[in-house]
């Protein structure tokens, strides 16, 4: 059963760092790009980065470009989010999820089409 668990959130001071994880089970993850999520209170899903399957193409948004670094470690199944520089306006919950349709071995977006998406891990940075 192909499945995504986030871990890795916590509360952290602004200007403090977090690394989320995203391993994977259930399926060969180098064959995947892999993408990660906030959702805000309220607020609509925003995708933040994404990495290919062969790891080498990346993209961020705006919100967070110098800021977060995606990298992936195939032997251990996993996919992190390394955030520095955390800001309140990153509160929310993360969640990660496999891009399903698409070639996305040496390229990927946010707005491709994602699923398996794991059950997310809660990061809040207060004001």
């Known amino acids: 059963q192909l499945q995504l668990v986030e871990s890795g959130g916590g509360l952290v001071q602004p200007g403090g760092s977090l690394r989320l994880s995203c391993a994977a089970s259930?399926?060969?993850?180098?064959?995947?790009?892999i993408g990660w999520f906030r959702q805000a209170a309220g607020k609509a899903r925003e995708g933040l980065s994404c990495?290919?399957?062969?790891?080498?193409?990346?993209n961020y948004a705006d919100s967070v470009k110098g800021r977060f670094t995606i990298s992936r470690d195939n032997a251990k199944t996993t996919v992190y989010l390394q955030m520095d520089n955390l800001k309140p306006e990153d509160t929310g919950v993360y969640s990660c999820?496999?891009?399903?349709?698409?070639?996305?071995?040496?390229?990927?977006?946010?707005?491709?089409?994602?699923?398996?998406w794991g059950q997310g891990t809660q990061v809040t940075v207060p004001s």
């Open positions: 990495i290919s399957a062969s790891g080498s193409g990346t």
């Open positions: 259930g399926f060969t993850l180098e064959h995947y790009g």
């Open positions: 999820a496999v891009i399903i349709h698409g070639d996305t071995y040496d390229h990927c977006s946010v707005s491709m089409t994602y699923g398996y």
